[in-house]
């Protein structure tokens, strides 16, 4: 059933009034809303809660009772910090009872500025975005401005995916689960969000593919009480020993994630029976900051003194914690049964930043840490480097997300982070992009490498340069971080600028030699018949000599000349030309000094001339008298090349005779502008639209009009009062 359909009710259900007042009360007292702020949210409470007009949003899903969900969730995963609990609560309905300008005065800048974020992003936040470039750059641009809306827009999400479970629009359930699983949920990943992360990559699992779900969830629920009681068997020993050595903490069991699960059952490829680590179990301990790498690595020890530890699956993040600043010791062991087991140790610190990421850096107060300040530049380096699909802009994003990490140092002792199998060319340009572009190769560990070895955890790189290095295509096969690629395909597009702007002068100086005024919209048709997407890469072709500039002169010049057109014969008197057909045009024209009986004319369709325009014949091989405005594209080169055969022509009598003028319109693909241009057309006096032909592409239209006029006043003034009209850029006649 489509949503058009649904019948939306007017008004919230008593049980919906009743959770709203209970959460509105959580949120309040966990927030510490002032007095003021209170008043506010009450007043915006009752009256969207018996609007029937604004209760619901448009996909049938109480408001009120989203945004108090939002902020409790926001409060309950991260923080309740007033501001953005604020800025959650107002966001949706500010415009209903406050402006925000009033907002800005009761709350403060920082509660409206969140607000502005939230709206900004919002506009692109809807179906189909991850597909869409525009959007989603938009998009992506829009979350990098500010890294408090990132959090409060994956946490929105959270909660409209935990609302749409039994919605009756299957179709846009599955775009949001699609767009919560490629870009929520790896935003979570990135900031440390874990359970959020987990639990919006179940939900999207729900959706859409529920038989696969229920299956897994069934799994673990029935083997839920013999895995319970083989953690408890685990535990106990390993509690005794901690205990033994002074050390206070706690230990709780985790089950994986449903869609972890299944992600681990596809990469294995085997069923569910045969996935041994489904649980890990964490050791949480209370120790002084002085104290924490010490007592972590005390309690690693005496596991691995109870249980044989497998190498391989060891990892130290207390030594050198994750880029999203998390801090865990990890380790797997063979437990009772010889079942493989996960064990992780970390302090309360560690504990809290791992549960609630890169929140608890800061105090949101818009303070940035330099982590999550690193990464949100290079999402703009990603976002901005070209012409890459949505997609490819995503899986570099992923790609930094979840490889694993190695650590590389410069002679000077410098550490650089670089993602697993990064090369000695990612490690350049992790220097400096123009370190990057000169590079040659390297010195790793005192021997000579190429740009292509890959470097391994504790290597030493020197990196090699020469003046004369640029970089190549090839090179994006060769490095594996996103920010590596991207620096390499913005130098290329900076050459392939550079190649273009020298083969476009190149078409420009031939054109200008032979007289030649080059219109650009023509040109484009004639680079777009040739096959070319990009413009640049046209141009750059000329530059290197794959396309001759003067076989495109020619090609222009074909495109422009004048069509055939349908001789008119007149038989003329007292030196009037009279047009003889069923369309009298009246007596408009004289030619020459003389009467010439039975002269035969037509009007050159390169720049059509209507009554009033200044003219000049061309007796053309055929004995016809071509009729051309004097400022016609091809008027210099008729008259530089033909002087003998052009012909006085003046026009005589009065207008009113309708002559075709052509004219190109350039403008916003906004709703009805089209229609407006029309209307201004039909309005005018002496005026009728014959043809129209409308291109549009990425939000601006190109339009073809035939007009007929009367004369060049009227052609005049219907050019003026087009250009009045909003949405309209450039109006010529052509």
Known sequence: MKEESREKPTTLPLSSLRRCRTLYEEVSTAASLSAETDRMLRHLLRKTCLSGVSAYDNK???????????????????DA??????????????????????????CGSDVAGIIRGIESVSQFSAKSNIQNQDNFRGLMLSLADDIRVIIIMIVRDLVLMRSINNHPDQEWVSNVAFEANVLYAQLAHRLGLYKIKGELEDLSLKYTNREIYKQIAAKLNETKRSREQYIQRFIEPVKQKLEDEGLTFSIKGRTKSISSIWAKMRK???????????????????????????????AYSIL?????????????????PKINGYESLHATV??????WVEVQFRTRRMDLVAEKGLAAHWRYKGVKSDSTDQWMNNIRDILEAGKEDPMQLMKDMRLDIYTKEVYAFTPKGDLFKLPAGATVLDFAFYIHTNVGSHCTGGIVNGRHRKISHVIESGDTVEILTSATQTPKTDWLNIVVSS??????????????????NLGKEEVMRRAKNRK????????????????????NEFFADIA?????AGKVINAYLTATAPEEETVVHAGAEDFELVRNDAEDYGEVLTIGEKSIKGLSYKFARCCNPVYGDKVFGFISSDGVVKIHKTDCPNARNIRGRYPYRLIRVNWSGKGGSELPAQLRIIGHDDIGIISNITSVISKEPGANLRNIRVDSNDGLFQGYLTVGVSDNSVLSSVVKKIKTLKGVKDVARI
């Open 81 to 106: 910090d007033t501001n953005i609990v604020k800025a959650i609560l107002l966001c949706d309905f500010y415009g209903e009872t406050a402006g925000i300008d009033e907002i800005e005065a009761e």
């Open 483 to 500: 920010k590596s690629r991207n620096k390499i395909r913005q130098k290329l597009n900076e050459d392939l600028q550079a190649r273009a």
């Open 516 to 535: 030649i005024d080059i219109d650009e919209a023509i040109l484009m048709k004639i680079i777009k018949k040739e096959g070319y997407k990009y413009v």
């Open 304 to 320: 691995t003194d109870m249980y044989t530890p497998n190498p391989a699956r060891m990892r130290d993040w207390i030594s050198i």
């Open 60 to 78: 049938g899903l109480p408001r009120m009772e989203m945004a108090l969900e939002t902020a409790e969730a926001f409060i309950h995963f991260i």
């Open 544 to 548: 290197d000599n794959k396309i001759d």
């Open 334 to 339: 063979m437990g009772p049964d010889s079942k």
């Open 268 to 298: 294995q490829k085997v069923d569910l029976d045969r996935i041994y680590d489904l649980f890990a179990i964490r050791v949480i301990i209370d120790t002084p900051p002085e104290k924490e790498k010490s007592d972590c690595w005390l």
